[in-house]
T-cell receptor, first 115, second 115 residues
Framework: GAVVSQHPSRVICKSGTSVKIECRSL??????MFWYRQFPKQSLMLMAT?????????EQGVEKDKFLINHASLTLSTLTVTSAHPEDSSFYIC???????????FGQGTRLTVV | AQTVTQSQPEMSVQEAETVTLSCTYD???????LFWYKQPPSRQMILVIR??????QNATENRFSVNFQKAAKSFSLKISDSQLGDAAMYFC????????????FGQGTRLTINP
């Protein structure tokens, strides 16, 4: 099956610094990647959709200057949380898809803690 | 915009028994996909079962089956012979086959299996 690898699985950063999360499709070319945020005991909230080679489409209320998404290749998308603050602490999950399949494939998630 | 509603925040079932998780959705589309995802404590999203809206036959995957009622916009998940490993958060999700193809998730149902 299609495998999506997300790295790192856990990260702790200091307030005011930036942190980058990578999402890689290991055995397929991901034409579209999605980034979600999940608060404790809540559902997944879509942050943005990215297509290879084009700018990401952000959901309403998501700060595009704070959550920078780059989808530079068909196998890699990155989410950079800039000038992180404690309220950015959360669980971030990526998923990837390609044409002809009905499902999306999920990474393992990244737990971000900003101290 | 499409919405997905899971009205049962928590459910519990005795091991080896059967449990049904409810999901309703709202859409004006006639063609779409529906999914049930499982999120165990590891927080890895795992696809349990999928249903294409154009198919009248309910999907089944071993002990998991759905009751898809298109007119009622209902998509429930039945787990037979519940096992301890079934304990997890279960999310119902909707996806358009066209456009952004993003997943819209319900609020989730936490399933506990009692030994």
């Amino acid at each position: 099956g299609a495998v999506v690898s997300q790295h790192p699985s856990r990260v702790i950063c200091k307030s005011g610094t930036s942190v980058k999360i990578e999402c890689r499709s290991l055995d397929f070319q991901a034409t579209t990647m999605f980034w979600y945020r999940q608060f404790p005991k809540q559902s997944l909230m879509l942050m943005a959709t990215s297509n290879e080679g084009s700018k990401a489409t952000y959901e309403q209320g998501v700060e595009k200057d704070k959550f920078l998404i780059n989808h530079a290749s068909l196998t890699l998308s990155t989410l950079t949380v800039t000038s992180a603050h404690p309220e950015d602490s959360s669980f971030y999950i990526c998923s990837a898809s390609y044409g002809g399949v009905t499902e999306a494939f999920f990474g393992q998630g990244t737990r971000l803690t900003v101290v | 915009a499409q919405t997905v509603t899971q009205s049962q925040p928590e459910m519990s079932v005795q091991e080896a028994e059967t449990v049904t998780l409810s999901c309703t959705y709202d859409t004006s589309e006639s063609d779409y996909y529906l999914f049930w995802y499982k999120q165990p404590p590891s927080r890895q999203m795992i696809l349990v079962i999928r249903q294409e809206a154009y198919k009248q036959q309910n999907a089944t995957e071993n002990r998991f089956s759905v009751n898809f009622q298109k007119a009622a916009k209902s998509f429930s998940l039945k787990i037979s012979d519940s096992q301890l490993g079934d304990a997890a958060m279960y999310f119902c999700a909707y996806r358009n086959p066209q456009g952004a193809q993003k997943l819209v998730f319900g609020q989730g149902t936490r399933l506990t299996i009692n030994p």
